[in-house]
């Protein structure tokens, strides 16, 4: 088995803390409780027969990435980059945040999503999507569990291959 | 001059007086006993008299009954009552248990002070009792006699060890005394505690070596990639802290394949029970000599 540490991270109130329990346990809860510090879990994934044990740290949402304690990201092998298509706000700083993550992890795995696709319309949806400049790896509902668990499975693979490749 | 008519009315009169003198004579038993029930029915003294064992025997049946099926038919009804009963009067309880909860505590406390009283004057016999080469040796040994003897009233146990990787909070090698929660995750909270105060102070250069709440602490020893972790229970003083750092110290450079720890999961587990032979003490096996522990604090 191998563990590998996986940072959620974002603006505040993007659905971190939502992804995060709807990959451990299949729930989500409308009530929004923001949090302090950070929250670690754990799920192994199971991807061709090789057992990954994911540590996911959900950590408290900053404006910017350059906010948050930069220790956090140490040892960190993945980054999901969560944004809310309900509040273009949390998309603003995309590019500096994507940067400023790849500087200090720059083997890391990134996955950029695009949380709470339940909230928009198709036609918004694929309007904020063409905006971005950083094409998005996943359009997410926390909500509905829309490609939550296809996220994380997609997390593991690609840190399984990293992880053979050295 | 009587017409038709007056005559009919005339016999119907004679009919019906017949007609109640039979029914007099045909139902005088029931007519009584409807006399009486009337009698009955119009006295509550009366009614109470014939009704009252009645009712106690149907009342009684019902109870019963009652008794029986109340926990199944309305224990949830009830319940929620209280919770919601005790949700909002949360000050009341508190301010009606509080002196009680006190005065718990306060008798609680003054036992385990009795209890800790009772084992320092025990010790501090035995200490008494001890030869002048005795206080000599812990004296060249560093060794104060308060804290031998506070130690030994109260003695700590190494319950978990962890070996974790200082960045990512990964988890190296771990052993434990009893089976705990996820130990991965404990590592992982304890690296973001770590980043948390460490961030926090803005002190870079500075590290954290301590955690302590109630009775528990949790030792850290910082080495360059990896951190080690100790969580004890009980009173722990300065000379076991110091053992306790310098046998993590030998335990490091008696292990080289630790860096390995990590990529291997077999070195992970020899890793783990070198940790387990080396630092936890089965309950059965801890000596109650404690002034053979004291010089090997933690270790047989």
């Not at chain 1, 994934?45 to 304690?69: F, M, N, R, S």
């Not at chain 1, 298509?85 to 590019?95: D, G, V």
């Not at chain 1, 996943?138 to 829309?146: I, L, M, N, R, Y």
């Not at chain 2, 029970?273 to 270790?299: D, G, M, Y």
Request: net charge negative.
């Amino acid at each position: 088995m191998i563990s590998k540490k996986v940072i959620l991270t974002g603006s505040f109130g993007v659905g971190k803390t939502s992804l995060f329990q709807r990959f451990l346990t299949g729930q989500f809860n409308e009530k929004y409780l923001t949090t302090v510090g950070a929250k670690i879990a754990k799920k192994e994934i199971y991807v061709d027969g090789h057992k990954v044990a994911l540590l996911v740290w959900d950590i408290a949402g900053e404006i910017t990435q350059d906010k948050v304690p930069a220790s956090y990201f140490l040892g960190a092998s993945g980054i999901v980059y969560v944004m809310d298509m309900s509040r273009p706000t949390t998309f603003a700083h995309l590019e500096d945040d994507i940067q400023f993550l790849k500087n200090l992890l720059p083997y890391g795995v990134f996955k950029i999503v695009a949380n709470k696709r339940d909230l928009v319309s198709d036609e918004r949806a694929k309007e904020l999507l063409e905006s971005l400049p950083y094409s998005c790896d996943f359009v997410t509902s926390a909500k509905t569990g829309d490609n939550v668990e296809t996220l994380f499975q997609e997390m593991a693979t690609s840190l399984l291959e990293n992880h053979h490749h050295g | 001059m009587s017409t038709k008519n007056d005559t009919s009315l005339e016999n119907t009169t004679e009919d019906q007086m017949r007609l109640q003198h039979l029914r007099s004579i045909l139902f005088s038993k029931e007519l009584d006993e409807l006399s009486e029930l009337k009698a009955i029915l119009d006295s509550p003294a009366l009614l109470d008299e014939k009704m009252k064992p009645m009712l106690e025997t149907r009342i009684e049946t019902h109870l019963e009954g009652l008794k029986k099926q109340f926990p199944k038919e309305f224990s949830v009804i009830v319940n929620r009552m209280i919770e919601q009963k005790i949700q909002s009067s949360q000050t009341e309880i508190m301010n009606m248990l509080s002196p009680i909860i006190g005065q718990m505590v306060a008798n609680y406390v003054r036992h385990q002070f009795q209890i800790l009283k009772d084992s320092i004057a025990d010790q501090l016999q035995l200490v008494a009792s001890q030869g002048i080469w005795w206080h000599l040796r812990n004296r060249i040994l560093g060794l104060n006699d308060a804290d031998l003897v506070l130690s030994a009233s109260h003695k700590s146990v190494l319950e978990e060890i962890f070996i974790i990787e200082r960045d990512s909070g990964l988890l190296m090698a771990s052993a434990a005394l009893y089976p705990t929660m996820d130990r991965d995750v404990v590592a992982g909270m304890l690296t973001a505690i770590k980043a948390f105060v460490e961030d926090a102070f803005g002190r870079k250069m500075e590290e954290l070596e301590m955690v302590q709440y109630g009775t528990y602490c949790i030792i850290i020893q910082n080495f360059h990639s990896y951190y080690v972790a100790i969580a004890l229970k009980g009173t722990v003083s300065t000379q076991e802290k110091e053992a306790l750092r310098e046998a993590i110290r030998t335990f490091v450079m008696d292990t080289p394949n630790l860096q390995n720890a990590m990529q291997d999961n077999t070195v992970e587990q020899e890793v783990s029970l070198k940790l387990k032979s080396n630092f936890i003490i089965p309950q059965e096996k801890r000596t109650a000599q404690w002034v053979e522990l004291k010089s090997k604090p933690f270790f047989n």
